[in-house]
């Protein structure tokens, strides 16, 4: 079994800055993307950003610019470091990973969530 762990999350002002952790822990072999997702309140679950191993990342056009998606394979935890933050990107923050496991199958598995507030 597969466990993602997000911190990070909390209350900022606008134009203040945040960085998410997520760390995978359990039976995992390697991984493939690893990345974050938003959902907003009655919203469907978006792309933030994703980092394929090896690969470069990719955006969503409304972060672009503003936040930086990065990668610590040896540790299995990948952050987003978010910048120049914005009322809109208020949400829960979601760490998705694709992962080898034991059961050499991949599979695809998502964190609890973090929330971040942008605010005055």
């Known amino acids: 079994q597969v466990e993602l762990v997000e911190s990070g999350g909390g209350l900022v002002q606008p134009g203040g800055s945040l960085r998410l952790s997520c760390a995978a822990s359990g039976s995992i072999l390697s991984t493939s993307t690893m990345g974050w997702y938003l959902q907003a309140p009655g919203k469907q679950r978006e792309l933030v950003a994703v980092?394929?191993?090896?690969?470069?990342?990719n955006y969503a056009d409304s972060v672009k610019g503003r936040f930086t998606i990065s990668r610590d394979n040896a540790k299995n935890m990948v952050y987003l470091q978010m910048d120049s933050l914005k009322p809109e990107d208020t949400a829960v923050y979601y760490c998705?990973?694709?992962?080898?496991?034991?059961?050499?199958?991949?599979?695809?598995?998502w964190g609890q969530g973090t929330q971040v507030t942008v605010s005055s």
């Open positions: 998705n990973v694709r992962a080898l496991g034991f059961g050499l199958s991949w599979a695809t598995y």
């Open positions: 980092k394929p191993t090896g690969g470069s990342p």
